[in-house]
């Protein structure tokens, strides 16, 4: 079982970092394919989606920085 050390120095690992910035990379592409007219029957459940994507990364984002 991981010691609570253990987690945050896993959250300060640099691919802990490049994976958030993917994931940004991958909302705003999801952005630009709502904002586009894609997937119109699904638009809010997708734009629901993202707005708590962005909310997370932004968390998660603050984490790696800590």
């Given amino acids: 079982m991981p ?3 253990d987690a945050s120095s896993t959250a300060s690992d ?3 970092a490049a994976l958030i910035e993917a994931l ?3 909302r705003l592409w ?3 394919q ?10 809010l459940d997708l734009a629901a989606l993202e707005r708590e994507l962005g ?7 603050e984490r ?3």
């Fill in 55 to 61: 909310q997370l990364l932004d968390q998660a984002s």
């Fill in 34 to 43: 709502i904002d586009a007219g894609r997937w119109p029957q699904w638009r």
């Fill in 24 to 26: 940004k990379a991958d």
């Fill in 30 to 32: 999801l952005l630009r």
């Fill in 64 to 66: 790696v920085g800590e």
């Fill in 14 to 16: 640099p691919s802990t």
């Fill in 3 to 5: 010691m609570a050390s």
